[in-house]
């Protein structure tokens, strides 16, 4: 079983719409969690991060962690064709190791 | 802001060749890491350093090497090019060892093996 797994897409939602991200992680001990936005050929930039349970809002993004089930989701409100990225999830069990999903591919239909 | 930088964008190598990648970060931050990604295998980290001159190996280290004389600067060191490692080489710094801590990544170097 991968540590953080993330579907691989596409997630293809239409303009204006809510787009939902998801990720699950093996290691009950993971402290914080990541959601990172990476354009084609471009590196990885922080969108959130989230290390309590319930949910953190920023702007159209909002996080939502559920340790209990290991899920942490990303919701992005209006979802805009610039949203259109792959979106990693990346999981700290207290180390200084940083796990990553292999990421969500979103497409964003004008 | 924190700013990561990598030495080169693009580079093409021999086989054969020893390779330097260069990362740069302004941060004083105590962490680095030097992270490889191909589609479908995602971020595999190489090797990351926590302190000056002390480095620990990540998941995939074989045929690399380190570098980190100064607190800014991790290098990757690839003593002899192969074609299998053609890829996206990632370098990130955080702040400290703390779990909170933000891993910010440079822009990456897209090295091709020839």
């Known amino acids: 079983q991968k540590e953080v797994e993330q579907n691989s897409g596409p997630l293809s939602v239409p303009e204006g719409a809510i787009a939902s991200l998801n990720c699950t992680y093996s290691?009950?001990?993971?402290?914080?969690f990541f959601w990172y936005r990476q354009y084609s050929g471009k590196s990885p930039e922080l969108i959130m991060s989230?290390?309590?349970?319930g949910d953190k809002e920023d702007g159209r993004f909002t996080a939502q962690l559920n340790k209990a089930s290991q899920y942490v989701s990303l919701l992005i409100r209006d979802s805009q064709p610039s949203d259109s990225a792959t979106y990693l999830c990346a999981v700290n069990p207290g180390t200084y190791k940083y796990i990553f999903g292999t990421g969500t591919r979103l497409k964003v239909l004008a | 802001d924190v700013k990561v930088t990598q030495s080169s964008r693009y580079l093409v190598k021999r086989t054969g060749e020893k390779v330097f990648l260069e990362c740069v970060q302004d941060m004083d931050h105590e962490n680095m890491f030097w992270y490889r990604q191909d589609p479908g295998l995602g971020l595999r980290l190489i090797y990351f350093s926590y302190d000056v001159k002390m480095k620990e190996k990540g998941d995939i280290p074989e045929g690399y090497s380190v570098s980190r004389e100064k607190k800014e600067r991790f290098s990757l060191i690839l003593e002899s090019a192969s074609t299998n490692q053609t890829s996206m080489y990632l370098c990130a710094s955080s702040l400290s060892g703390r779990a909170t801590d933000t891993q910010y990544f440079g822009p990456g170097t897209r090295l091709t093996v020839l």
């Open positions: 989230i290390y309590s349970n």
């Open positions: 290691d009950r001990v993971s402290q914080s």
